[in-house]
């Protein structure tokens, strides 16, 4: 069973660069076919997928935020992470990570990232 652990900064100021890891125990982020995704959730709204890299190294980018994310892996540290430059309080939300086949068959438990000065 694939166990994913988010760990960040817990709080970011604006303008700031947001960075967050995901450590992946219980499966290798090299397996094959396995995608693994940053989403999101702002306080009172829906989920937001932000991106992905597969297990190829493949990058898959959201058209919207596609220009301030930045996602990549350590394969030797079996983590991936998320980089979220020039936020803003409106990034202010629970950060998850999730993978398997469909990127979204296992999730972290969730971090808090505020966005505040």
């Known amino acids: 069973q694939v166990q994913l652990q988010e760990s960040g900064p817990g709080l970011v100021k604006p303008s700031q660069t947001l960075s967050l890891t995901c450590t992946v125990s219980?499966?290798?982020?090299?397996?094959?076919?396995?995608?693994w995704s940053w989403i999101r959730q702002a306080p009172g709204k829906g989920l937001e997928w932000m991106g992905a890299?597969?297990?190829?190294?493949?990058?898959y980018d959201s058209p919207s935020l596609k220009s301030r994310t930045s996602i990549s892996r350590d394969t030797a540290k079996n983590q991936f992470t998320l980089q979220l430059s020039s936020v803003t309080p409106e990034d202010s939300a629970v950060y998850y990570c999730?993978?398997?086949?469909?990127?979204?068959?296992?999730w972290g438990k969730g971090t808090l990232v505020p966005v505040s000065s």
């Open positions: 999730a993978s398997g086949p469909s990127a979204m068959d296992y």
């Open positions: 219980g499966g290798s982020i090299t397996t094959n076919y396995y995608y």
């Open positions: 890299i597969a297990y190829s190294g493949s990058l």
